[in-house]
């Protein structure tokens, strides 16, 4: 696996499916700040299609849509519909994602902690899925709501420091200076 962040206004992604799995990563896309990511679903949840809104599309992906994406999360479809389709989103060089069927993913999709502009990812490449999100539960007690504070504190204090000309290495360590003199990363007392 090679750990990636895509940066979601330079890439189109969908999600097709119908069920509340769809809904889950078509919400979760959202929340990653997928502004351009389309619904494609023949027969969605009314939750699913109320997410959606105008960017529901009311079938199924064809080679015109496919042409104009980057990545496509396929759920909740039966593997009758759900494999072809994959197949035809390979032949136009499109990554695929058919939820919880490793045989037919490019990517896998991590399990994740977002605190403001602080991403944690937890992969096991497909191969245990409920052991990342083991990992994810115990990171997010580590890793609580305050640090979306401390990353707009840290960015704003690099952004003075760019414009003070201090290099990189010295601004590396002043963070580090910063962490450990506030005990940020300091195990929780017992």
Do not use: Y
């Amino acid at each position: 696996m090679i750990p990636i962040a895509l940066d979601p206004r330079c890439v189109r992604l969908a999600v097709c499916g119908n069920g509340r799995l769809a809904l889950r990563r078509f919400t979760a896309l959202q929340a990653a700040g997928a502004t351009d990511l389309l619904l494609f679903a023949d027969d969605p949840l009314p939750a699913l299609q109320a997410a959606a809104g105008e960017h529901w599309r009311p079938r199924l992906p064809d080679t015109g849509d496919l042409a104009c994406l980057h990545g496509l999360w396929i759920v909740d479809l039966e593997a009758a519909k759900a494999e072809p389709l994959a197949d035809q989103a390979r032949a136009r060089h499109l990554l695929v994602n058919i939820e919880d069927v490793p045989a037919f993913c490019d990517f896998h999709s991590v399990a994740e902690i977002r605190r403001g502009d602080l991403l944690l990812t937890i992969s096991t490449g497909g191969a245990a899925p409920g052991l990342a999100g083991l990992i994810r539960r115990r990171l997010e007690s580590m890793f609580d709501g305050r640090w979306a504070e401390r990353l707009v504190e840290l960015r704003a204090l690099r952004a003075t420091w760019r414009a003070q000309g201090v290099p990189m290495a010295e601004a590396m360590r002043r963070i580090e200076t910063l962490v450990a003199d506030r005990g940020w990363l300091d195990a929780p007392e017992k």
